[in-house]
């Protein structure tokens, strides 16, 4: 089963690139993440409460501010469930190729180009 709250929230390219620079930097501040991103810091906190919400960061008190770290037991069953959505789409992608396939040859069989 597809969870759409993930979905929605790996959707957005800033927030698919703020997990990249967590895991890179194991870890980060939205101060540290937004000094990396177009983005103000104000708009960074608020893409890491959607990340928080869905499972895929997690945070703790660091100060004045709070830390961010990806949950890789999260992330791995959201490639998962991707990886499933995935395999579901080429075997669509498949059966829709031998179809179109057949009525191809069937046009080249009856000398039409109906």
């Known amino acids: 089963m597809i969870d759409d709250d993930l979905w929605s929230a790996v959707g957005d390219p800033t927030r ?11 870890g980060g501040t939205a101060t540290t993440l937004s000094d990396q991103l177009p983005v ?7 893409h890491l409460g959607v990340l928080d919400r869905v499972g895929l960061v997690h945070a703790t008190p660091s100060g004045r501010e709070r830390r961010y770290e990806v949950d890789e037991e999260q992330l791995s069953r959201a490639v998962a ?11 669509r992608l498949q059966r829709i190729k031998r179809i179109a396939e057949r009525i191809q040859r069937g046009k080249e069989e009856t000398g039409g180009e109906s």
């Open 16 to 26: 698919r690139r703020m997990l990249d620079l967590l895991l890179a930097d194991g």
């Open 40 to 46: 103000t810091r104000q708009a960074v906190a608020k």
């Open 81 to 91: 469930q991707l990886s499933a959505v995935g395999a579901t789409w080429d075997a």
